[in-house]
């Protein structure tokens, strides 16, 4: 059974026209439930007043729900394309499981504030895997690296990616350069703060390998297969847990790999670009570029409905389109040409709980003046320099205004209980 619980934020009043459209059309899926699974609407009503605690909710709430043992929870924190809008990030999913673990794929551009909202201590957060190296599946990478050392992660941050046809083309290679490229970065937080949290671990793996298993821990599996999208060196994964199965193609043309070894998932996420025409008149391309992009290097609307009639998923989830009031009646349209099974055209912050019994659809609430969750354990004190950071020249240019300074340190002391001396 699959639960639909559709709600509109105040942020999303541009797609209000079409709420109507939405409300009965998150196509394919079965029923639209507004209470527990097995009751009826009539019945929820009647089950809590004014002052009662509502007995469900239609909204997603980050960081108020636990999850059940075995329950599937997935957050679309990125949907879009590399053409940044406001509305929707590039393409990122996090997958959360009921055994406590946490899976980020991909971290498109964009997506980490998306993930920032989910109020998920970064320790949590320290697996990615990325399907290949487009800015659009990780240009988010290093903000959510480094900027997650003053978000309090305090463990190493993991990445897999596949390998490329060439070693310079491969994810060690790209990320030992991203490592470079933010030495001054790097430099500047190494004294100051618990810098555990700094440490990247990178796990490439060979992009041809077929349904091979990368990651084996707790439970969990997943494989990757290889996918077709503009140059060797792209992948698709599948995770198992619990006798769940989650697939997700990052971007591919379609292929057999997919066709073979996603059948029967409970969720199948796979790409779904806009359809030619609209990228003619939404982006402007040429005929030309609109076949070539929307049909060879990417999957198309009738082409994902396609995969989804083979594969049969529980759930087919379409992303990597720009979802608005006048391309989802086209995307739907192209879809159903060939599919008539179980259908959602994601937008970001979109909810999916799963369990063998049932997939719920929500969209989630979230706060837009978000602060940094608490460390999960306790920071390791720094100690003060050796010498100054900075050259001669620069420090002769200091004026610390030790009149307002000192003040505000013995204040900072003697609230904390500790014993911080102004650097001289």
Known sequence: MITTKKVFSATLI???AVAFYLWGHIDGVEGRATGPIGESSADAAGAASTTDEAPYLDVYYPGTEKLAADEMRVVACGTGMPSPRPKQAAACWLVELGNGDKFLFDIGAGSHERIAAQKIPYDYIDKIFIGHLHVDHFGDLASFWLGGTTMNRLTPLRVWGPSGPTPEMGTAHSLKKMQE??????????GVIDARGMALEVTEFDYKAVNKVIYNKNGV?????PAIHAIDGAVSFILEWNGLKLSYSSDT?????WLEYTKDSDISIHESFLAPGLLISKQKFTPGEALIVGTIAHTSPVQFGKLMSLTKPRLAVGYHFQNDFDTLPIMIEEARK???GPLVFSQDYMVF???KDNIMVRESA????????PPTKPKLPVPPPSSPPFSEFISSGAEMFLDVLGPMWEEINEEHGTDHKIPQ
Not at 181 to 190: F, L
């Open 338 to 340: 060939v599919y008539d």
């Open 366 to 373: 979230y706060d837009e003046a978000i602060f940094p969750e």
């Open 14 to 16: 541009a797609i209000m």
């Open 353 to 355: 709980n799963i369990t």
């Open 253 to 257: 043309a379609p292929n057999k790999w």
């Open 221 to 225: 599996k997943i494989r990757t297969i």
């Open 181 to 190: 490229m933010y030495v001054w970065d790097i430099a500047t937080r190494s």
